[in-house]
């Protein structure tokens, strides 16, 4: 096979040192396609420590005599260095690892050749289509129908087959209203507010243009959403971008609604970060994180001036703005900013894992991220194609999933029993995000997704995740079903750094891990009690 | 009651102190010889003790009524808008003569009446004894006893009467030391660590401008560095920063000689390796002390050591900066961080810290003495003594233990809490939050080791609220001395016995009580370890906090796991009687009456009640769910509800002349 031309040498000596915590491993390094290996002596500690090729992020090799320092930079944010001894084989190992952890072909990257035991194929993969939530939906109200107006993909690429849309509004006028907005992401529903009938949709920018060219169908489209929600309803547009940026963007096709053409409809612009900036804003944070010498005022400097807390105060911000038009205004409310696959998910996504009770579920958080994220065409392979420590130019990495969950987990710390699975969950969408072993990240779009077979050829993550033995480090022990809205406080006192997430290889975790088993163990005590008593 | 001229003020709007839109509440005003009272529409009560005002201050009047702005020591700010200008000035001279009393008579703790009985309030007192502390401790033993050079107080106003010295110091060194040292304060024991046999001691400064050396000085260095069996070096610890330091030692060239000869007779006999702070010294004493003084074989055996802790009047700016910026309206996260990191508080924490844990180290690792001393002994010094006792003793730790410590390192050892907290109308430049250092450097050791802990963040910040309340007399005075004249154990309450009635509240559900006794912290004070303290600064700001507890839930669940376990053992004990009766009809109706009835509402309503995190009045700060209404982004709502502009727009316009 083709991996073997790109694997030099198969093993050498090595020490592995992982940080100040964990004692270092000695053994016999061997890289494989998919996979570094370090096989400690027999006797010592049978135990075989495995590292994906995937989540290298950044590889720096140093020679010094006849031995050699490779210091791996992964994607989770680990920082892990080699010592290997002979030079040659230093830098062979150094190339095989920067050759395959490079590869860009999605069909040969390892979920397709991971085999867990206990895993069948194909299970949980139609866990969450977007059928199922129509079925919620429907039992709510029937102002609503599945459409499969995009069957083969061919309306907009970056959709799903199925999608939710007013039902008066037929497969034509959607095909039409597709053909106004970029890349074809016309408006579909997001989700349905059944205490009050609003709804929540999305959709990429209209292309207005220079000329502010106008589709009435698309129009026609936004009416019938006011009036499927209540006579009267009106709606707002949130633009993720600022006025001028949106004025700007009809120098190149795109634009905004104009509001003479969108009766009941009003626009409301909260500019997000994106792209870019938010990348650099991510490296900084990170950059600042690995500091550990730096004085009290150098790091809360970096801290201010890498922005990151910033973009999670907007971020939950739009999406509290959102939230609370849809419960406290009984309004409709439509999110998008250009091509409506970054800033818009993660406001809808907010939005709604603050309206809504089932989504702070185990699964209903699942299903949310595979709804709003994965099937709604959020570009994982473009944007988590480097994590932090890359040397590369930036091309189309942003971690906007990444403050998406820093944004659930500030409000998982400000509403601690509401959501019923914990940190754990979190980190590991994280990491599964940037390097796995599942398929669920793969590729950018569901289009994509089902040219390279990842259906049918990987395993979902949700399977993997869902195994009785994952449990205690995903769940939240102490979760209470909330059934109110959960509206956090966004003043910058109340939020924090997510010291897991960034700190996490960098600071001790013992004595908070024992806390946290001890709580498990209360709760287990409690529920034993309970159950004997 | 010759103060208030007005009772009862009504139609007060209190207003949102982070809301941008003016949000307010209407209510009833009062004012009671002991407090404020604001009782809004909702009958919800906004009580302030006039102890814990810090300021007032009247705005310009506004179209609305007279603004009146109250500051607290606790960290509580209110706005009230009183409507009738004449109100508001009569309100605002009561509160200005209320809360700056003159005599300690007229504090709170002297007609707080809890309605106990004498015995009652000396039992009380008696809870806290320090001479069962020195004893747990280990001493007196063989190198070290209790001196009674002061007790009648003739040596030291602002010690305590009962001192433990070396067991060689003999009076007069004791005696002539105190001559030497800034306010009598000379070197006695603070904390002696049985398991190493080392010594925390503490002292004020050397005096300046005494050109001579002091033998008996020396001689007391010397017992301490004797004192300990297993290594004679010995710290002397200045927490004092280095570069404030040097300037001073410019001018005052005494003081190095003296500590250069100190060090160089004492120890002549014997030599150590060179060290950093060998070097350091020797720079240091040939700054202050010219040429000709530094002998590079001598003075090896005692280590100066610089811990930069800033000055009170450092550290009262520091929080008043912070202060400052953490009550702007609108605050964004960049000026939320860059205000943060120019006040400099974090960094004032850290150092505390950091000169904690040197101590603690000298002691766990190199097995050497340590004395601390800034200048007079009672600030830095006493923050630096009580943590370093905390890293290295867990009975510090305990809820009991960490009132010791207060009692011990702070009261006894005249740490000046009626200047330092502004209970009496005295000089604002003696005001500064250094015990509230000491608080902020535990909790931030509670979010570091959150087992370690017997108490939890309530505690630390109930006692906070204490310092300045004066209801109690435990804090009043700024030593011993003035304490007994005052006769505060007559006349006032303890603090402790009302914590401790109130213990549930404060227990850490899942503190770790089988650790050993030496059991030392090590806490990392790399920087990012440093969080703003948002429950203290923030207390009564409850639309900040977390909505929900997770200490109150877990705290529940242990009790009734408890409550249930005691259940199934009786049941189980019920089973065994019945077996031997053998009667199995009453069992089974004895079973079915018994069973502890398991409420299906209890973990709801557990959770959705309004539940009160901290044992403040007014603190229903946990609401599930809550309103965006309480938050910023809902002030967007406003956009929400503006007209409608009419539907031809200008972009209409523009558009058709760019095209």
Not at chain 1, 6 to 25: D, F, S, V
Not at chain 1, 484 to 500: D, T
């Given at each position: 096979?083709?991996?073997?031309?790109?694997?030099?040498?198969?093993?050498?000596?090595?020490?592995?040192?992982?940080?100040?915590?964990?004692?270092?491993?000695?053994?016999?390094?061997?890289?494989?396609?998919?996979?570094?290996?370090?096989?400690?002596?027999?006797?010592?500690?049978?135990?075989?420590?495995?590292?994906?090729?995937?989540?290298?992020?950044?590889?720096?090799?140093?020679?010094?005599?006849?031995?050699?320092?490779?210091?791996?930079?992964?994607?989770?944010?680990?920082?892990?260095?080699?010592?290997?001894?002979?030079?040659?084989?230093?830098?062979?190992?150094?190339?095989?690892?920067?050759?395959?952890?490079?590869?860009?072909?999605?069909?040969?990257?390892?979920?397709?050749?991971?085999?867990?035991?206990?895993?069948?194929?194909?299970?949980?993969?139609?866990?969450?289509?977007?059928?199922?939530?129509?079925?919620?939906?429907?039992?709510?109200?029937?102002?609503?129908?599945?459409?499969?107006?995009?069957?083969?993909?061919?309306?907009?690429?970056?959709?799903?087959?199925?999608?939710?849309?007013?039902?008066?509004?037929?497969?034509?006028?959607?095909?039409?209203?597709?053909?106004?907005?970029?890349?074809?992401?016309?408006?579909?529903?997001?989700?349905?507010?059944?205490?009050?009938?609003?709804?929540?949709?999305?959709?990429?920018?209209?292309?207005?243009?220079?000329?502010?060219?106008?589709?009435?169908?698309?129009?026609?489209?936004?009416?019938?959403?006011?009036?499927?929600?209540?006579?009267?309803?009106?709606?707002?547009?949130?633009?993720?971008?600022?006025?001028?940026?949106?004025?700007?963007?009809?120098?190149?096709?795109g634009g905004t609604e104009a509001k003479a053409a969108y009766p009941g409809w009003k626009r409301l612009h909260r500019p997000l970060e994106r792209g870019r900036p938010l990348q650099e804003s991510f490296v900084r944070l990170v950059e600042a994180c690995g500091d550990l010498e730096q004085s009290m005022d150098r790091w809360l400097s970096r801290l201010e001036g890498c922005r990151w807390l910033a973009h999670v105060k907007e971020a939950l911000s739009t999406a509290c703005l959102a939230a609370q038009g849809m419960e406290r205004e009984g309004a409709c409310i439509l999110v998008h900013g250009a091509e409506?696959?970054?800033?818009?998910?993660?406001?809808?996504?907010?939005?709604?894992?603050?309206?809504?009770?089932?989504?702070?579920?185990?699964?209903?958080?699942?299903?949310?991220?595979?709804?709003?994220?994965?099937?709604?065409?959020?570009?994982?392979?473009?944007?988590?194609?480097?994590?932090?420590?890359?040397?590369?130019?930036?091309?189309?990495?942003?971690?906007?999933?990444?403050?998406?969950?820093?944004?659930?987990?500030?409000?998982?710390?400000?509403?601690?029993?509401?959501?019923?699975?914990?940190?754990?969950?979190?980190?590991?969408?994280?990491?599964?995000?940037?390097?796995?072993?599942?398929?669920?990240?793969?590729?950018?779009?569901?289009?994509?997704?089902?040219?390279?077979?990842?259906?049918?050829?990987?395993?979902?993550?949700?399977?993997?995740?869902?195994?009785?033995?994952?449990?205690?480090?995903?769940?939240?022990?102490?979760?209470?079903?909330?059934?109110?809205?959960?509206?956090?406080?966004?003043?910058?006192?109340?939020?924090?750094?997510?010291?897991?997430?960034?700190?996490?290889?960098?600071?001790?975790?013992?004595?908070?891990?024992?806390?946290?088993?001890?709580?498990?163990?209360?709760?287990?005590?409690?529920?034993?009690?309970?159950?004997?008593? | 009651?010759?103060?208030?001229?007005?009772?009862?003020?009504?139609?007060?709007?209190?207003?949102?102190?982070?809301?941008?839109?003016?949000k307010s509440l209407t209510g009833t005003l009062y004012l009671t010889a002991t407090h404020l009272l604001f009782i809004d529409s909702h009958q919800k009560e906004t009580w302030i003790l006039h102890h814990h005002i810090a300021s007032v201050e009247k705005l310009a009047l506004t179209t609305s009524g007279c603004p009146l702005v109250i500051q607290c020591k606790n960290f509580r700010i209110v706005h009230f808008i009183v409507p009738r200008e004449r109100d508001c000035h009569d309100i605002y001279n009561s509160l200005l003569q209320l809360s700056k009393q003159a005599k300690y008579e007229d504090l709170y703790?002297?007609?707080?009446?809890?309605?106990?009985?004498?015995?009652?309030?000396?039992?009380?007192?008696?809870?806290?004894?320090?001479?069962?502390?020195?004893?747990?401790?280990?001493?007196?033993?063989?190198?070290?006893?209790?001196?009674?050079?002061?007790?009648?107080?003739?040596?030291?106003?602002?010690?305590?009467?009962?001192?433990?010295?070396?067991?060689?110091?003999?009076?007069?060194?004791?005696?002539?030391?105190?001559?030497?040292?800034?306010?009598?304060?000379?070197?006695?024991?603070?904390?002696?660590?049985?398991?190493?046999?080392?010594?925390?001691?503490?002292?004020?400064?050397?005096?300046?401008?005494?050109?001579?050396?002091?033998?008996?000085?020396?001689?007391?260095?010397?017992?301490?560095?004797?004192?300990?069996?297993?290594?004679?070096?010995?710290?002397?610890?200045?927490?004092?920063?280095?570069?404030?330091?040097?300037?001073?030692?410019?001018?005052?060239?005494?003081?190095?000689?003296?500590?250069?000869?100190?060090?160089?007779?004492?120890?002549?006999?014997?030599?150590?390796?060179?060290?950093?702070?060998?070097?350091?010294?020797?720079?240091?004493?040939?700054?202050?002390?010219?040429?000709?003084?530094?002998?590079?074989?001598?003075?090896?055996?005692?280590?100066?050591?610089?811990?930069?802790?800033?000055?009170?009047?450092?550290?009262?700016?520091?929080?008043?900066?912070?202060?400052?910026?953490?009550?702007?309206?609108?605050?964004?996260?960049?000026?939320?961080?860059?205000?943060?990191?120019?006040?400099?508080?974090?960094?004032?924490?850290?150092?505390?810290?950091?000169?904690?844990?040197?101590?603690?180290?000298?002691?766990?690792?190199?097995?050497?003495?340590?004395?601390?001393?800034?200048?007079?002994?009672?600030?830095?010094?006493?923050?630096?003594?009580?943590?370093?006792?905390?890293?290295?003793?867990?009975?510090?730790?305990?809820?009991?233990?960490?009132?010791?410590?207060?009692?011990?390192?702070?009261?006894?050892?005249?740490?000046?809490?009626?200047?330092?907290?502004?209970?009496?109308?005295?000089?604002?430049?003696?005001?500064?939050?250094?015990?509230?250092?000491?608080?902020?450097?535990?909790?931030?050791?509670?979010?570091?080791?959150?087992?370690?802990?017997?108490?939890?963040?309530?505690?630390?910040?109930?006692?906070?609220?204490?310092?300045?309340?004066?209801?109690?007399?435990?804090?009043?005075?700024?030593?011993?001395?003035?304490?007994?004249?005052?006769?505060?154990?007559?006349?006032?309450?303890?603090?402790?016995?009302?914590?401790?009635?109130?213990?549930?509240?404060?227990?850490?559900?899942?503190?770790?009580?089988?650790?050993?006794?030496?059991?030392?912290?090590?806490?990392?004070?790399?920087?990012?370890?440093?969080?703003?303290?948002?429950?203290?600064?923030?207390?009564?700001?409850?639309?900040?906090?977390?909505?929900?507890?997770?200490?109150?839930?877990?705290?529940?669940?242990?009790?009734?796991?408890?409550?249930?376990?005691?259940?199934?053992?009786?049941?189980?004990?019920?089973?065994?009687?019945?077996?031997?009766?053998?009667?199995?009809?009453?069992?089974?109706?004895?079973?079915?009456?018994?069973?502890?009835?398991?409420?299906?509402?209890?973990?709801?309503?557990?959770?959705?009640?309004?539940?009160?995190?901290?044992?403040?009045?007014?603190?229903?700060?946990?609401?599930?769910?809550?309103?965006?209404?309480?938050?910023?982004?809902?002030?967007?709502?406003?956009?929400?509800?503006?007209?409608?502009?009419?539907?031809?727009?200008?972009?209409?316009?523009?558009?058709?002349?760019?095209?």
């Amino acid at each position: 096979m083709e991996f073997s031309e790109l694997i030099r040498t198969g093993r050498a000596q090595a020490e592995l040192l992982r940080g100040p915590e964990a004692p270092p491993l000695r053994g016999t390094l061997c890289v494989t396609s998919h996979h570094l290996l370090l096989s400690p002596g027999t006797e010592a500690s049978p135990d075989l420590w495995l590292l994906l090729l995937r989540s290298v992020d950044s590889i720096e090799k140093r020679v010094a005599g006849d031995s050699g320092t490779i210091t791996l930079r992964c994607k989770d944010l680990r920082v892990l260095q080699l010592d290997i001894e002979g030079v040659e084989a230093t830098l062979d190992i150094a190339r095989s690892i920067e050759a395959l952890s490079s590869l860009e072909s999605v069909i040969t990257s390892f979920p397709f050749f991971y085999r867990p035991k206990g895993l069948r194929l194909g299970d949980a993969w139609h866990f969450h289509p977007p059928e199922r939530y129509y079925q919620r939906v429907a039992r709510e109200t029937n102002a609503w129908r599945l459409s499969e107006v995009n069957e083969d993909f061919s309306l907009c690429p970056s959709y799903p087959r199925a999608l939710i849309v007013p039902h008066s509004v037929d497969d034509q006028a959607l095909a039409r209203s597709a053909g106004f907005r970029q890349g074809g992401r016309f408006p579909v529903l997001s989700y349905h507010h059944a205490r009050n009938g609003t709804a929540l949709l999305r959709s990429s920018q209209p292309l207005t243009g220079p000329q502010k060219r106008r589709c009435a169908e698309d129009e026609e489209l936004l009416r019938a959403v006011l009036v499927g929600a209540r006579p009267g309803a009106r709606g707002f547009i949130i633009d993720t971008r600022s006025a001028q940026a949106a004025k700007q963007a009809r120098m190149t096709g795109g634009g905004t609604e104009a509001k003479a053409a969108y009766p009941g409809w009003k626009r409301l612009h909260r500019p997000l970060e994106r792209g870019r900036p938010l990348q650099e804003s991510f490296v900084r944070l990170v950059e600042a994180c690995g500091d550990l010498e730096q004085s009290m005022d150098r790091w809360l400097s970096r801290l201010e001036g890498c922005r990151w807390l910033a973009h999670v105060k907007e971020a939950l911000s739009t999406a509290c703005l959102a939230a609370q038009g849809m419960e406290r205004e009984g309004a409709c409310i439509l999110v998008h900013g250009a091509e409506g696959t970054d800033s818009t998910l993660l406001v809808t996504s907010l939005a709604q894992l603050i309206l809504d009770p089932l989504s702070r579920t185990m699964d209903g958080f699942q299903e949310l991220v595979e709804r709003e994220w994965i099937q709604a065409g959020h570009p994982f392979q473009l944007r988590c194609a480097h994590s932090a420590f890359s040397h590369a130019r930036p091309k189309h990495e942003a971690p906007t999933f990444l403050l998406f969950l820093d944004c659930v987990w500030q409000l998982g710390r400000q509403f601690p029993l509401s959501l019923e699975f914990g940190e754990g969950l979190l980190l590991a969408l994280f990491e599964h995000a940037y390097a796995s072993p599942f398929g669920s990240f793969l590729c950018n779009s569901e289009k994509e997704r089902g040219l390279c077979e990842v259906r049918t050829r990987t395993h979902s993550l949700w399977s993997g995740l869902n195994q009785p033995k994952e449990q205690r480090k995903l769940r939240n022990p102490l979760y209470a079903l909330n059934p109110l809205a959960i509206w956090p406080s966004v003043e910058p006192q109340s939020l924090r750094l997510w010291q897991g997430l960034f700190l996490r290889w960098t600071r001790p975790p013992e004595p908070s891990e024992t806390a946290w088993e001890k709580v498990w163990q209360i709760v287990t005590d409690s529920e034993k009690t309970e159950g004997s008593a | 009651m010759e103060h208030i001229r007005t009772t009862k003020v009504e139609q007060v709007k209190l207003l949102d102190r982070f809301s941008t839109n003016n949000k307010s509440l209407t209510g009833t005003l009062y004012l009671t010889a002991t407090h404020l009272l604001f009782i809004d529409s909702h009958q919800k009560e906004t009580w302030i003790l006039h102890h814990h005002i810090a300021s007032v201050e009247k705005l310009a009047l506004t179209t609305s009524g007279c603004p009146l702005v109250i500051q607290c020591k606790n960290f509580r700010i209110v706005h009230f808008i009183v409507p009738r200008e004449r109100d508001c000035h009569d309100i605002y001279n009561s509160l200005l003569q209320l809360s700056k009393q003159a005599k300690y008579e007229d504090l709170y703790a002297f007609s707080y009446n809890p309605k106990q009985n004498d015995s009652e309030r000396l039992q009380g007192w008696q809870l806290i004894d320090l001479a069962e502390e020195y004893k747990r401790m280990g001493v007196p033993n063989s190198n070290w006893q209790l001196s009674d050079a002061n007790r009648e107080y003739k040596i030291c106003e602002t010690y305590p009467r009962e001192l433990y010295v070396p067991r060689i110091a003999s009076k007069p060194i004791i005696v002539g030391s105190s001559k030497f040292r800034s306010k009598g304060r000379f070197p006695v024991l603070s904390y002696y660590h049985q398991d190493k046999e080392a010594a925390i001691c503490r002292c004020s400064q050397p005096l300046s401008g005494f050109s001579a050396r002091c033998l008996e000085d020396e001689h007391l260095l010397q017992a301490i560095s004797k004192a300990n069996p297993v290594n004679r070096y010995m710290y002397v610890m200045d927490t004092r920063p280095k570069h404030r330091m040097q300037s001073w030692w410019d001018t005052q060239k005494d003081i190095g000689r003296i500590i250069v000869r100190i060090s160089s007779k004492i120890w002549s006999d014997e030599r150590i390796t060179e060290s950093d702070e060998k070097k350091r010294l020797n720079a240091m004493a040939n700054r202050a002390a010219g040429k000709g003084y530094e002998n590079e074989d001598n003075y090896s055996n005692i280590r100066f050591q610089f811990v930069g802790i800033e000055n009170i009047h450092v550290m009262r700016s520091s929080l008043q900066k912070l202060l400052e910026v953490n009550g702007t309206k609108g605050l964004s996260v960049n000026d939320f961080y860059s205000g943060l990191e120019s006040s400099g508080w974090l960094r004032h924490i850290k150092a505390v810290m950091d000169a904690a844990i040197f101590l603690a180290k000298a002691i766990m690792v190199e097995n050497a003495s340590v004395l601390v001393h800034c200048s007079d002994g009672w600030d830095r010094t006493s923050q630096v003594c009580s943590l370093g006792s905390l890293l290295l003793d867990s009975y510090y730790r305990t809820v009991k233990g960490f009132m010791v410590l207060i009692e011990k390192d702070w009261i006894a050892f005249g740490h000046k809490f009626s200047e330092r907290c502004g209970h009496l109308d005295g000089d604002p430049k003696e005001v500064s939050p250094v015990f509230t250092q000491f608080l902020e450097c535990v909790w931030h050791l509670t979010e570091q080791f959150p087992q370690a802990f017997e108490f939890n963040e309530a505690f630390l910040l109930q006692i906070h609220e204490h310092i300045h309340s004066c209801q109690f007399g435990n804090f009043l005075g700024n030593c011993q001395k003035e304490r007994e004249e005052l006769k505060l154990k007559e006349k006032t309450y303890s603090l402790w016995p009302f914590l401790l009635d109130d213990l549930k509240k404060y227990l850490n559900p899942i503190y770790n009580s089988q650790s050993q006794r030496f059991t030392v912290l090590e806490p990392s004070t790399v920087s990012f370890n440093f969080k703003f303290w948002r429950n203290m600064y923030h207390q009564f700001d409850r639309t900040l906090h977390p909505r929900q507890s997770v200490f109150n839930i877990i705290m529940n669940m242990n009790e009734q796991n408890k409550q249930l376990e005691k259940d199934i053992k009786e049941l189980e004990s019920k089973i065994k009687q019945c077996k031997n009766k053998q009667t199995d009809d009453i069992l089974t109706k004895e079973l079915l009456h018994s069973i502890h009835p398991e409420s299906p509402t209890l973990k709801s309503s557990l959770c959705f009640k309004e539940q009160t995190l901290l044992p403040v009045n007014d603190a229903l700060r946990t609401i599930e769910g809550s309103n965006p209404t309480d938050n910023r982004y809902s002030d967007y709502a406003e956009e929400f509800s503006k007209a409608e502009p009419a539907v031809v727009s200008l972009e209409y316009g523009v558009a058709r002349m760019t095209c």
